[in-house]
């Protein structure tokens, strides 16, 4: 199968297991920042269309993995595991940082320093945050701003995802002011809720803010 028509397909099958949870946490696909640098990503979800088998996509998804290292590297994308239980799939990808996410699934992932993310145009100063005790906060009140860390990530209309992290999350964008419902989920995680749109044709990317403990 020729590289392009592989890449269709599995985005295609990738962004229809994204988010069709209905509101099941253990059945939300997530991603976890780990330690090392590195990004563990877990796709959950149902077929979409009835033709899909398992064997097939996991020999397509390995085409796709070892497109990508060949051109990016080897060893930056791997796929760890695929599964499927009653119409239920579960694929594991690793991805040695957060950039080969970025790059594999075409969206943004950034996870670096907050002075780093400010120098990279994110513009931190006038995203307003609040506090895993509910209260308001601004990036110029965070204290020992050298030990934060945070996560930047975009998700499109009708995706739902959660995002672990490896220290205690601290802050979470306020979701009133991006649309994208973002909320805590215990010490180390968050979850991510990009309502749906009618007409999402196109639908731009939105990017929703998570600072936890380096």
């Known amino acids: 199968m020729r590289r392009g028509k592989a890449i269709l397909i599995l985005s295609i099958v990738t ?10 946490t253990a059945d939300v696909s997530s991603i976890s920042i780990e330690k090392d640098g590195s990004v563990t990503h877990q796709i959950i979800g149902q077929f979409e269309q009835n033709y899909y088998e398992t064997d097939g996509l996991e020999a397509l998804a390995t085409e796709r993995v070892n497109e990508y290292c060949a051109d990016n590297g080897d060893g930056c994308v791997s796929l ?23 790059g594999f699934n075409n969206r943004e992932l950034y996870v670096g320093t907050l002075e780093e993310a400010d120098n990279r145009g994110y513009a931190m100063e006038k995203i307003a945050f609040v506090s ?21 990530i975009a998700t499109k209309p009708g995706e739902e995802i959660e995002v672990n992290t490896y220290g205690r999350v601290l802050y ?43």
């Open 15 to 24: 962004l229809g297991l994204v988010g069709c949870s209905q509101g099941k």
């Open 80 to 102: 760890q595991s695929m599964k499927e239980q009653d119409n239920t799939i579960q694929i594991d990808l690793k991805y040695s940082e957060p950039e080969a996410y970025s």
């Open 132 to 152: 895993d005790k509910g209260e308001p906060a601004e990036l110029g009140y965070i204290e020992h701003p050298d030990s934060k860390r945070v996560i930047v």
């Open 172 to 214: 979470i964008n306020q979701s009133a002011d991006s649309g994208v419902e973002v909320s805590f989920k215990g010490k180390k995680s968050v979850h991510i809720a990009n309502p749906a749109q009618e007409n999402n044709a196109g639908a731009k990317e939105t990017l929703s803010y998570i600072i936890f403990e380096g």
